[in-house]
């Protein structure tokens, strides 16, 4: 073979090579990776922690997206970093999230984000001292209570559960039938805006008589306190039904089972979705890709944040008020009709 002979089948397998790029390139090689930042919640915290395995979820998967989480107050804030366009994906609980979509205090315009999917429940904590003076709600009053970290869910159930007790100086929900008469009101609780850590370390101290909390079972951080400190964990079930007469039915009635916290029986207490949320601009394909993996690896995403917890598609499209994201709608549509 002459040395002409050789260049023309290089030049040939060059332009061969190229062509067959080309054409790759038109039938949809990989692009870019979309990166889309994930506001979660304080670190140590139950979203903080989904967030993180969810990150690792969707690097491990091979699609063209990442995960970036931003720790943060929590619902509330979350749902304004949504809004003002500072994240892209958000977890909150969806009593707040349905007040942003409504517009609801402490919102003050409907704003306009979307559901991925209702990914678990939270259960709702009113944790005492077991030899402390509190047994009820109601000997709340007037006591110092941690009542959750500024912009967080935990903060907005707090206040709810206080005000139909009557303990946090704003008025009750207004009653369905004729009422009693209306007795004299109880001073109202001293709420603090303490996060989970602050406020584990608030009642070991005695600085407070109670915290409230709103996440999985078991609670590491709960379950810590436990081990070290005799804990009652008050009832709270009574109050479902009027939570959700003045405000949805995000609220249900769910059980702290027997066993957790060594706890010698059930107590019943409210029960509150946890959304994964998204900005209504976040490209379809994006999200099909993540709701994939979240489906895929439910399991490893729920482990550390709530025991015996399930994912299933007709309990993740539940969101209430809130719009499934368009996207979402396509992946629910095409694999499981």
Known sequence: MTSAEVTRRRAMG????????????????PGPVR???????PEGGPYNAFGQALAQAVAASGHRIEIVPVSTAASVNNLRKLDDGSVELALAMAD????????????????PVTALARVYVNYTHLVVAADGPVRSVQDLAGRPVAAGAAGSGVQVVTERVLRAAGLSGAPAPAPVSTPAPTPTPAPAADERPLGLA???SALREGSVDALFWSGGVPTPALAALARELPLRFLPLDDYVGPLRERYAPVYTAVTLPAGV???TEPVGTIGVGNYLMARAD???????????VVFDRWRDLLREVTAGAR???????????VPLHPGAVAHYRSVYG
């Open 311 to 321: 994912l299933e598609p007709r309990f993740a499209i539940s969101t209430g008020e």
């Open 35 to 41: 990166r889309l930042r994930l506001a979660t919640g």
């Open 198 to 200: 602050a406020s584990v």
């Open 282 to 292: 976040v490209p379809q394909d994006a999200v099909r890709d993540l709701l994939r």
């Open 14 to 29: 060059a332009g061969l090579g190229a062509l067959a790029g080309a054409l790759a390139g038109c039938s949809g090689a």
């Open 261 to 263: 916290y060594g706890l």
């Open 96 to 111: 707040a999230a349905e007040d942003a979509v409504l517009g609801r205090e402490p919102f003050p315009r409907p704003t």
